[in-house]
């Protein structure tokens, strides 16, 4: 399902960062009382009324030269382009201001729902205010108090309001979605180009050439597939162009699309930070994971290199342990071979299930090998277990307290449960309940 995106705009120091925090629920935006301070977008998701959608914090936008200004209004302008619906938040303290009535101007070229929403109205007696924001021209305006969370629930009712249809996407059980993540310049597009034979995508070698994620359709060994490609993903806080800005979030959707991600590395420049970062939206949402170690012909590809290189990635990406590794080059096309049956493999893993009398046969034998653990004299009693779902595969165990279930047995069963199925390139899903 196609989340709907939620963008906050409003001129500096307004309370966007602090509005953002109460919808998503935790401190995320640094919330200062600075001017500005809110230096790139921030996303999260929020929920309301059974709608999941992401939520865009802005930096204020205000007409100037400064530098910092320009890029400000270059975000929130990129932010207006992705919403669906666009949160307009102004200082109801300072009533509307020339910086107000501007940002008004560039809202109303966007054609998107706008909500307005005047923060600050933490007194009731200051409603009486609320009138004056009417001839911004968009429709009622809302007192809310970012601070208290006063009025944010009549706020998000119109917000949600205007989404779009949420329908299902139309997915094809027997086509297998994968997308190619990773930082700029690994070597997407070339990899699309190489799978494809043909030059149906941009390469270039300035870093994010890639505008917008391009599906692409593609059949090999007897297999439907989908090629989803996207922008390369920016380490937020440094200063990019601005097309690039909202690259993490067009990853995140195609990450919400696809069955396989495929997580790119530059052979060339090593293993960053930011690839740890990139790998965890895939596993965190669940998705089986291919690890394609790229540009493999510009480095000594040896065997023992290769070895050595894989050891290297599997003690940064400890919680890819399930992840198979694949090295090639897309432009000499150099063990291209290896990546399509790898693709194949992780997503027959990811929708794998498992018939319940054998999966509790291995459970036993688990448990044989390894008795459960107690606690403050108690043990752990296992009765028996079940496959509730694929994609990725998830298995629930009923057991007489599941206080009792310590993390690091519940980490032997699942290893044990890997051990006996495979479930390669799949994260697994292991949850412990009570027998009612």
């Known amino acids: 399902m196609r989340k709907s995106v939620v963008a906050i705009v409003g001129r500096p120091n307004v309370g966007k960062s602090t509005i953002f925090n109460r919808l998503v629920g935790e401190r995320i935006s640094i919330v200062e009382d600075i001017p500005g301070v809110t230096r790139d977008r921030i996303y999260a998701n929020a929920e309301w009324l059974n709608h999941t959608f992401n939520i865009i914090d802005t930096g204020g936008i205000e007409i100037g030269d400064e530098p910092l200004l320009v890029q400000m209004r270059q975000q929130a ?135 917008d994620a391009i599906d692409t359709k593609l059949h090999r060994d007897d297999q ?13 806080g440094k200063v990019y162009e601005s097309t690039e800005k909202y690259s993490v979030l067009r990853a995140l959707r195609a990450i919400e699309r696809s069955d396989v991600v495929l997580v790119l590395i530059d052979a060339e420049t090593g293993i960053r930070e930011q690839d740890k970062r990139i790998a965890g939206y895939a596993h965190d949402a669940g998705r089986a994971i291919v690890i394609v170690v790229n540009k493999w012909d510009t480095v000594e590809s040896n065997e023992k290199a290769m070895k050595e290189f894989e050891k290297n990635i599997r003690a940064h990406f400890q919680y890819l342990d399930y992840a198979p590794v694949v090295f090639l080059s897309a432009k000499t096309k150099k063990r291209m071979h290896t990546l399509i049956p790898a693709i194949k493999v992780a997503s027959e893993s990811h ?56 993390f690091s047995y519940e980490r032997f069963l699942e290893n044990k449960i890997r051990d006996a199925f495979g479930f390669v390139g799949t994260p697994i899903k292991l949850f412990a309940r009570r027998r009612q």
């Not at 305006?141 to 309001?161: A, N």
């Not at 606690?375 to 307290?401: C, E, M, W």
């Open 77 to 211: 302008e990129i932010a207006i382009d992705e919403a669906d619906v666009i949160v307009f938040l102004l200082n109801g303290k300072e009533g509307i201001t020339a910086a107000d009535d501007e940002v008004a101007k560039l809202l109303f070229k966007s054609n998107k729902p706008i909500v307005v929403g005047v923060n600050k109205m933490d007194n009731p007696q200051m409603h009486e205010t609320i009138y004056e924001y009417y001839s911004l021209g968009f429709g009622q305006p809302y007192p809310i108090s970012g601070t208290h969370g006063l009025g944010l629930g009549d706020l998000l009712d119109e917000v949600v309001g205007h989404f779009p249809n949420e329908a299902e996407e139309e997915k094809d059980e027997d086509t297998i979605y994968f997308s190619l993540i990773g930082r700029p310049n690994v070597g997407k597009s070339s990899l699309v180009n190489a799978l494809l034979n043909e030059d149906r995508v941009i390469v270039s070698e300035i870093e994010g050439t890639t505008r």
């Open 224 to 236: 439907d597939f989908v090629i989803i490609d996207t922008a390369g993903m920016r380490k937020r």
């Open 351 to 406: 929708t794998k299930r498992i018939p319940t009398n054998v999966l509790n046969d291995v459970i036993m034998d688990a448990i044989a090998m390894n008795p459960t653990p107690t606690l403050k004299g108690k043990r752990l009693k296992v009765l028996y277990a079940t496959q509730v779902a694929v994609q990725p595969p998830s298995f629930v165990v009923f057991v007489n307290d599941p206080e009792l279930m310590h």
